[in-house]
């Protein structure tokens, strides 16, 4: 006898169930406080402007 476990679909690096978790509570929200946004944004990187004018990365 052998047991088949469900393969584990990952969302943006998350285990589906709690992505769609985290989603479902977000969207029932009216405003954006500091600790959703926390939740949402992993990290900012922020680098030097490099060209200029219209070749501006």
């Known amino acids: ?3 088949i476990f469900p393969e584990r679909h990952y ?11 985290a ?7 009216r405003t954006l406080m500091p600790i ?9 990187d ?3 402007v490099q060209g ?3 070749d501006k990365t």
Do not use: C, D, T
């Open 1 to 3: 006898m052998s047991i």
């Open 11 to 21: 969302i943006y690096g998350l285990p589906m169930e709690q992505f769609l978790s």
């Open 23 to 29: 989603l479902r509570k977000f969207m029932e929200m």
């Open 36 to 44: 959703v946004l926390h939740e949402l944004v992993e990290r900012v």
């Open 46 to 48: 922020v680098y030097h």
């Open 52 to 54: 200029k004018g219209k």
